[in-house]
C-alpha cells in the first residue's frame, strides 16, 4: 500500500461522513489523474503469456463469476440470486466469511453446491488485519484451513482484495483470488499485470518467507492443476 493511501484509509474511519465524502473525492481525483494510463485498461493486461495453451474447448475467453458475501443482507439474498443465475444459464462461486457478522449455514452451502454452484473461503474476519502479522496470520490460516476443509472448499479471496502471495501457500487451497490486472483505487494498489491465470510455485523448503513475483502462466498450467492434489507445489491466482 502506498503512503498516500494508508494514510486515507487510515484517517477514514476517525472522520465524520460529510469530511469522509471530501476527503474520498480528493483521494480518488488525484488517483485518477495519476493512473490515467492504466486505468479503466492497463495497456497489455489482455495479452496471451508466452506459450499460453488456450482456453478449453477452443473457447476465447473465460470469465468468472463470484459473489463476495459480506453481511446478513447478503446471505438474506443469497437464494434469489442463485435462483435468477439458474434461469439465465450461469453458475457462480459464493465467497463466504467464515467468522464475520453472520453464520452460513450447512444447508444453504450444501444446496448451493447440489444446484452446481460454488463455496469460497472469504478471509477468516474481513477486517484487513490478515496479512498485518506473519505469526498472526498463521493462527488465523489454521482456523481457514479448518473451514476450506468443513466447507470443501478450494478456493480463498481475501478482504478488502489485500494480499501476501507468498504466505497464501500455508492455505489449503487449488486457486486464489485476490488480485486483479490494475485498480489503483484499492486499498493495496498493485496489481497483477494479467487477466491470465498465472501458477503461484511454493517455494522450497520455505514457503511463506521467500519472496515471490507474479509471473505469467505457463504452457503446462493445466496440468498443474489437474494433479494438483497429488504436488501441492502451488496454486492458480486468478486475477
Same mark, same amino acid.
Given at each position: 500500500?502506498?503512503?498516500?493511501?494508508?494514510?486515507?484509509?487510515?484517517?477514514?474511519?476517525?472522520?465524520p461522513?460529510?469530511?469522509?465524502?471530501?476527503?474520498?473525492?480528493?483521494?480518488?481525483r488525484?488517483?485518477?489523474?495519476?493512473?490515467?494510463?492504466?486505468?479503466?485498461?492497463?495497456?497489455?493486461?489482455?495479452?496471451?503469456?508466452?506459450? $499460453?495453451?488456450?482456453?478449453? *474447448?477452443?473457447?476465447?475467453? &473465460?470469465?468468472?463469476?463470484?459473489? +463476495?458475501?459480506?453481511? %446478513?443482507?447478503?446471505?438474506?439474498?443469497?437464494?434469489?440470486?442463485?435462483?435468477?443465475?439458474?434461469?439465465?444459464?450461469?453458475?457462480?462461486?459464493?465467497?463466504?466469511?467464515?467468522?464475520?457478522?453472520?453464520?452460513?449455514?450447512?444447508?444453504?452451502?450444501?444446496?448451493?453446491?447440489?444446484?452446481?454452484?460454488?463455496?469460497?473461503?472469504?478471509?477468516?474476519?474481513?477486517?484487513?488485519?490478515l496479512?498485518?502479522?506473519?505469526?498472526?496470520?498463521?493462527?488465523?490460516?489454521?482456523?481457514?484451513?479448518?473451514?476450506?476443509?468443513?466447507?470443501?472448499?478450494?478456493?480463498?479471496?481475501?478482504?478488502?482484495?489485500?494480499?501476501?502471495?507468498? $504466505?497464501?501457500?500455508?492455505? *489449503?487451497?487449488?486457486?486464489? &483470488?485476490?488480485?486483479?490486472?490494475? +485498480?489503483?483505487?484499492? %486499498?493495496?494498489?498493485?496489481?497483477?499485470?494479467t487477466?491470465?491465470?498465472?501458477?503461484?510455485?511454493?517455494?522450497?523448503?520455505?514457503?511463506?518467507?521467500?519472496?515471490?513475483?507474479?509471473?505469467?502462466?505457463t504452457?503446462?498450467?493445466?496440468?498443474?492443476?489437474?494433479?494438483?492434489?497429488?504436488?501441492?507445489?502451488?496454486?492458480?491466482?486468478?486475477?
Amino acid at each position: 500500500m502506498n503512503l498516500r493511501n494508508r494514510v486515507y484509509y487510515r484517517l477514514k474511519p476517525l472522520l465524520p461522513a460529510a469530511i469522509r465524502m471530501r476527503v474520498r473525492r480528493w483521494h480518488t481525483r488525484r488517483t485518477h489523474q495519476s493512473s490515467s494510463s492504466i486505468w479503466p485498461i492497463l495497456p497489455g493486461s489482455e495479452t496471451p503469456p508466452d506459450g $499460453w495453451p488456450g482456453w478449453p *474447448d477452443g473457447k476465447k475467453f &473465460a470469465v468468472v463469476l463470484t459473489h +463476495d458475501v459480506e453481511g %446478513p443482507r447478503g446471505l438474506a439474498n443469497c437464494r434469489a440470486l442463485m435462483q435468477l443465475e439458474k434461469e439465465l444459464g450461469f453458475r457462480s462461486s459464493f465467497n463466504f466469511i467464515p467468522e464475520g457478522p453472520y453464520r452460513v449455514s450447512r444447508e444453504l452451502r450444501e444446496e448451493l453446491v447440489a444446484e452446481g454452484f460454488e463455496i469460497g473461503v472469504h478471509d477468516l474476519h474481513h477486517d484487513g488485519k490478515l496479512f498485518r502479522n506473519h505469526d498472526e496470520f498463521l493462527r488465523r490460516a489454521a482456523r481457514i484451513n479448518g473451514y476450506l476443509k468443513e466447507w470443501g472448499a478450494v478456493g480463498f479471496r481475501a478482504g478488502f482484495m489485500m494480499r501476501n502471495l507468498p $504466505w497464501l501457500h500455508h492455505l *489449503d487451497i487449488q486457486y486464489d &483470488a485476490s488480485t486483479f490486472d490494475t +485498480d489503483p483505487f484499492e %486499498p493495496q494498489p498493485d496489481g497483477a499485470g494479467t487477466i491470465f491465470p498465472f501458477w503461484v510455485p511454493a517455494p522450497v523448503g520455505q514457503k511463506s518467507d521467500r519472496p515471490s513475483s507474479l509471473q505469467p502462466p505457463t504452457s503446462d498450467l493445466g496440468s498443474r492443476i489437474s494433479d494438483f492434489s497429488a504436488r501441492r507445489d502451488g496454486y492458480v491466482e486468478l486475477p
